[in-house]
């Protein structure tokens, strides 16, 4: 599995495995049902710490992209629709734009949750 960590990033190391995993999610790269590799394993792989790693998961699970299995491990989830999936490669678009443009998380967000809160556009 490709996952460049640039350690020079101001990017933390968890957010570069986080969005390019989701990444590789919503463009079918990983598709539904691809088993991951461990944690201890990708974290080695990458010369990460475990809890690193352990985080981006989390994180991916909380999303609904992910699934842990207990013991048979991490997958992808199953059960997304063309919807979501479309959405978040526009999320994973507009994440990388902030990062490219040194916009902080926090504003990227607010400026999402404020386009969430305007009132729709009139129709056409």
Known sequence: MLIPVDPASPVPPYEQVRGQLAEQVGDGRLPVGTRLPPVRQLAADLGLAVNTVARAYRELEAAGLLET????????????????????????????????????????????????????????
Do not use: M
């Open 69 to 124: 299995r207990g013991r048979h491990g991490t997958f992808v989830a199953p059960g997304r629709d063309d919807a979501v999936d479309r959405l978040q490669r526009a999320a994973v678009a507009y994440a990388a734009e902030a990062i490219r443009l040194g916009v902080p998380s926090d504003t990227a967000l607010s400026l999402v949750r404020a386009a969430l809160a305007a009132p729709p556009p009139p129709p056409r």
